[in-house]
């Protein structure tokens, strides 16, 4: 194949690539709001506070590109932090805290599960605060 070609082809593929890129990150994004969605059922979110005691979280789950959800209690605590496009459940959070709480804006760097090289960072927002509805009698 002469060089032309084949670089034609090289060409044509990365674009390609990057054409399907934005859906693919779509898609990724419906998937973890619908991740969210479910593990959020039967909750309501309450007023969002900038800090929640870290000595209390007893569970973090990370939802690929979409939030941390921190579980204080029966609270959950949904963090949507910038950046959250870095965040994959594969990696392993490492959080620099200044105080015995986890704040806006702390920052979360992202680690390879099996490398543990550095993955990114994601840096905290606002907690909201997600409760189970009481139902009557």
């Not at 779509?26 to 969605?37: C, H, I, M, P, V």
């Not at 605590?77 to 804006?105: E, M």
């Not at 960072?121 to 139902?135: E, S």
């Amino acid at each position: 194949m002469n060089r032309n070609i084949m670089a034609a082809a090289t060409l044509a593929t990365a674009a390609m690539g990057m054409a399907a890129s934005p859906t693919l990150a779509a898609q990724q994004n419906e998937s973890g709001e619908a991740e969210l969605a479910k593990l959020l059922e039967g909750r309501e979110a309450g007023t969002p506070v900038s800090c929640i005691p870290s000595t209390q979280i007893r569970q973090t789950h990370v939802i690929d590109k979409t939030a941390l959800v921190y579980r204080v209690g029966n609270t959950l605590y949904v963090n949507r932090p910038s950046q959250a496009d870095a965040l994959d459940g594969d990696d392993i959070l490492v959080t620099r805290q200044h105080t015995g709480q986890l704040c806006r804006p702390d920052s979360v760097e992202l680690r390879d599960r099996s490398t543990f090289f550095y993955d990114g960072f994601v840096v905290l927002q606002d907690f909201v605060p997600y409760r189970k509805v009481k139902t009557g009698n």
